[in-house]
């Protein structure tokens, strides 16, 4: 999901777009909203959310129906694995934010294995519906996932973007969200071990406060007029 940062004249039209959205953390009753979303390719590839959970072969082994029932089974269980947003009542993209500890092909990879040992929440994937892309929806979740973690206890919130080599990226490559994504929600890069792959970082409370004072402005304005 390659976003765009809006130009002048785009910003107000995209807020109209994104003016109608909800979010809601994933839960057992809200399952079939994210099967609905994922749609039988299980969003990429029958991955189903479980690439950063599991070993590369048990990955394989399972990939499609497999996936999809071990991701089932862990919501079904009351583990809240990430946010979904909603426009006009239906699910339209999704964003996986746990603890770190919950993904730990995170810590096999030479690339992004831990940066110290303070406790921290990882945003490790994000899909969105075609039609709501490049709209900046990306950033809404990020924030609305931030709030989310914030809420429950959690400090820092960590993330692992692409940054790319050239202006465009394919969708497919780009399901860790981009680095202008993540800048924009208050993260900033705190390791680098691979030209495109940083590890960005932000603070749960102050990131929450900024997108809250955000949200207020434009009402706040209306009711000075």
């Known amino acids: 999901m390659r976003e765009?940062?809006?130009?002048?004249g785009q910003a107000g039209r995209q807020?109209?777009?994104?003016?109608?959205?909800h979010f809601h953390p994933l839960t057992p009753e809200r399952w079939p909203d994210l099967e609905a979303l994922f749609g039988p390719r299980g969003a990429c590839a029958g991955c189903w959310c479980m690439w950063w959970r599991i070993p590369r072969t048990a990955w394989d082994r399972q990939r499609g129906d497999g996936n999809r029932?071990?991701?089932h089974t862990l919501v079904a269980a009351g583990t809240v694995p990430g946010i979904l947003a909603y426009a006009d009542g239906r699910p339209v993209a999704w964003c996986a934010i746990q603890p770190r500890v919950a993904y730990p092909a995170l810590e096999r990879s030479r690339i992004l294995k831990g940066v110290d040992d303070q406790p921290v929440w990882s945003v490790t994937c994000f899909y969105v519906a075609k039609g709501?892309?490049?709209q900046g929806l990306t950033v809404r979740l990020l924030q609305e996932a931030i709030a989310y973690a914030r809420g429950q206890g959690a400090v820092l919130v960590e993330g692992y973007p692409v940054a790319p080599r050239k202006d465009t990226l394919p969708d497919v490559y780009a399901f860790t969200g981009t680095v202008s994504a993540f800048q924009q929600a208050g993260f900033v890069e705190v390791?680098?071990?691979s030209e495109t792959r940083p590890i960005m970082r932000c603070d749960a409370g102050e990131a929450t406060l900024k997108h809250e004072v955000a949200l207020r402005a434009p009402h706040e304005?209306?009711?000075s007029r």
């Open 4 to 8: 765009t940062t809006p130009v002048a």
């Open 15 to 21: 807020g109209e777009r994104m003016s109608g959205l």
């Open 69 to 71: 029932e071990a991701f």
């Open 132 to 134: 709501h892309r490049r």
């Open 191 to 193: 390791a680098r071990r």
């Open 221 to 223: 304005r209306l009711q």
